[in-house]
């Protein structure tokens, strides 16, 4: 099995292919389509290892975002992308490593260690690493508390963390919709952020907290988005829950009601 490690150090080809994918395929149709606005880029260092840590709205986020960096992004990626069956998943997959992109797996455990070892190593190589700390994509567009795994990595590979806010890309692809409305989207590039006070306490829970608290206020302040203290995936969870259960209500009630009409019948 290929490790996600070696998925990022491939050949040549990674970085021709991504380089090739954006400059003459990808970011001609962005830029011609969706006309994105750009500030603070000169915050993005020229070398040297950079987390880029975004507010998560779109699956477009992915798009828009690396089309406008001039450096290559790695991204850590939700590993289910790498998990799809048929031609069609398998030609995500090649997609997806020849663009360079680090499977997450975010089940936790030793599995999620061995995707934020890959991203960390990334680093330490000074390469650029695309992070959306919320864990997943906003279930209402407001900005929800950061995982501990992007202050790890900033904490271990004492890499520097710029911010980054996007705006209206939810408005061109809402979450459920495959294919992008027309709109302008933007992106804000907050300063570099580092954390030389906490390196020395990188494995503490307390020293993780507050640097992606610090992480998600300086992201709220780029967006202007209302910030929840609570973790997306939780709310996801609940408003599925909620969603079954209705589900179930209008079963059973339609149920009631056509048995309601098979003795009304029989009398």
Do not use: C
């Not at 360079?100 to 995707?115: F, L, T, Y």
């Not at 567009?141 to 501990?148: A, I, N, Q, T, V």
């Not at 590979?157 to 806010?165: G, H, S, T, Y």
């Not at 302008?184 to 590039?189: L, N, S, T, Y």
């Amino acid at each position: 099995m290929v490790s996600k490690l070696s998925r990022l150090k491939g050949p040549p080809i990674t970085v021709s292919f991504y380089s090739v994918a954006k400059n003459f395929v990808v970011a001609p149709v962005v830029n011609t389509v969706f006309r994105p606005w750009v500030r603070g880029l000169h915050n993005i260092p020229s070398e040297g290892p950079a987390i880029l840590a975004s507010n998560h709205l779109s699956f477009s986020d992915s798009v828009f975002m690396p089309v406008k960096v001039p450096r290559q992004v790695h991204f850590m990626a939700k590993d289910d992308y790498w998990g799809k069956q048929g031609a069609y998943g398998w030609g995500m997959r090649k997609f997806f490593d020849l663009s360079g992109q680090i499977p997450m797996d975010r089940s936790g455990g030793q599995a999620s260690q061995d995707s934020l070892n890959a991203g960390e190593q990334a680093l330490r190589d000074g390469e650029v690493l695309g992070i959306y700390p919320e864990g997943t994509r906003s279930p209402d567009g407001r900005l929800y508390r950061g995982k501990l795994g992007i202050a790890r990595l900033a904490l271990n590979a004492q890499a520097p963390v710029i911010p980054i806010a996007l705006i209206g890309t939810d408005k061109v692809q809402p979450i459920g919709k495959n294919i992008p409305r027309l709109g302008r989207v933007g992106m804000i590039v907050g300063e570099p952020m580092t954390f030389e006070s906490y390196y020395g306490n990188a494995e503490d829970r307390f020293a993780q907290r507050a640097v992606a608290d610090e992480i998600m206020y300086r992201i709220m302040r780029l967006s202007g988005q209302e910030y929840v203290d609570v973790y997306a995936s939780d709310v996801k969870r609940q408003l599925e829950a909620e969603k079954a259960e209705a589900k179930a209500a209008r079963k059973s009630l339609r149920h009631h009601s056509g048995r309601r009409i098979e003795d009304s019948s029989a009398d």
